[in-house]
């Protein structure tokens, strides 16, 4: 019968291995812990802080593009080109939803602050869904250890 522990090395969050060297007049110990359930958090948080970074890159965009309607940018300079080319994708599902108020050159986007909530509502629940998925609810450590001793001579 092994002392050793089954299964599988990811199914424990913890995990210590200590290697010690004996020779004469030296002792060096060496202790490795992996904490699978920290590294997975970390991952997480990363995937988290991208989610939320293409969020914020699209609000400003969307944002960018409201104030330029707003403000009856020129439609032809580089700049409006470049965000209403960007944002037009994104915006698409909402232009039929409501009417646009327009004054004179400026118009009101309604559908672009409604395209801004949606996505921002839409990357929450991504984000805590990937939150969900991959917490973990339970932490446990596996510790092993083995004492090997050698009978005195005579002994049997």
Known sequence: MSDKPQGNEEAVDRRADTTVTQQPGYVSTRQVTRDVA???RLMTYKINRIVWTVLGILEIMLGLRFILKLIAANPNS???VFIYGFTGMFVAPFNS?????TWGDSSIEITTL???GIYALFFWVLARVIQIVSDRSTSRTVS???NDRTPPPGSR
């Open 38 to 40: 920290a590294e997975q």
């Open 78 to 80: 580089g700049f409006s």
């Open 97 to 101: 939803l409501l009417g646009t108020p």
């Open 114 to 116: 409604i395209a801004m």
């Open 144 to 146: 092993s250890s083995s």
